[in-house]
């Protein structure tokens, strides 16, 4: 999804994009990543690349959601490093802070607290990246930056039953039952939870941006400043879909953390603020998802 939205935004610049998707080059391979940053000799890599999922599949995964992303981020840092890579951007993820961080979440706040538990082997991987980060700036001087997005979601979302995300989860649950005709639709959880979310053409824009002005070892927050509660974005959803059934609540599933909105004002006074209100992007991120799954396209 992150990839995706990255080449259409920086293809439509003057740059000469290389997307490098899995079925091209195996970034878990040390050897297949090495040969691939060494024949495209780019100016600029953008670390999209990660195993991602939801609160379910971080909990049941650990051990992949660690290993694959610590083999990810390390292989393309070591390639780039070796063939002279100017710029590498390397994008993290809000859970890398601690579960009780004080709202909204400075970038100040990375290590001070006890990390969220369903998801703690995913957010360790991304803190390591951020250190390889800074000492490749610190003992070889390069000029890589880091990006801290919030929670995603956008056309080319991963929208499995096993593994997706919050918004694509509930997309998908809620056309579905619409088209059988359900009386009902289960989510986990209570609904409390407060979360925000940023969609994915946003944040290319901001990358576009930060790769051009932004240059500090500290990693820097990517976030829409809008929270929401996901009872609240369960109805929005629902509602843009329009589906009427009843929304029952599974409380013996885990709700996260209780709330994560990220402070964004360092990127804000770069000049970046997002674009797409929270219900537009969802409304064509629905229309995306209806037209995906008609023509074969849709990650399930």
């Known amino acids: 999804m992150v990839g995706q939205a990255l080449v259409r935004a920086f293809s439509n610049s003057e740059n000469l994009v290389y997307p490098i998707t899995r ?39 650990p051990v992949d959601f660690l290993q694959e992303n610590l083999s990810i981020q390390n292989n393309l840092m070591g390639a780039c490093h070796k063939f002279g890579v100017k710029k590498f951007i390397f994008l993290g993820s809000s859970c890398i802070y601690p579960r009780n961080s004080e709202q909204p979440i400075r970038e100040e706040s990375l290590l001070t607290g006890q990390l969220e538990a369903t998801n703690s082997a995913y957010a360790i991987a991304k803190i390591a990246g951020l250190e390889l980060v800074k000492s490749y700036r610190r003992q070889y001087s390069r000029d890589w930056i880091s990006v801290m997005p919030t929670n995603l979601y956008g056309p080319g979302d991963n929208f499995s039953v096993s593994s997706s995300h919050v918004v694509p989860a509930m997309i998908r649950k809620f056309i579905e039952a619409k088209e059988k005709q359900l009386h009902q639709v289960v989510l986990w959880g209570s609904g409390k939870p407060i979360r925000e979310f940023l969609h994915v053409e946003d944040l290319a824009n901001a990358i576009m941006l930060l790769n051009k002005v932004y240059n500090e070892e500290q990693h820097i927050n990517v976030g829409s400043g809008k929270e929401i509660s996901i009872l609240q974005l369960a109805l929005l959803v629902s509602n843009l879909v329009g589906y009427n059934g009843k929304i029952i609540w599974d409380i013996k599933m885990p709700d996260g953390t209780p709330r994560k909105v990220l402070d964004s004002s360092k990127v804000f006074s770069l000049g970046w603020t997002p674009h797409i209100t929270l219900e537009s992007g969802i409304e064509s991120t629905i229309s995306w998802f209806i037209k995906a799954r008609a023509s074969g396209d849709l990650r399930l």
């Open 23 to 61: 079925q091209l080059v195996n970034l878990l391979d040390r050897n297949d990543t090495y040969e691939s940053i060494s024949d495209i000799s780019p100016d600029l890599v953008i670390d999209a690349a990660a195993k991602v999922g939801g609160i379910g599949a971080n909990n049941s995964f």
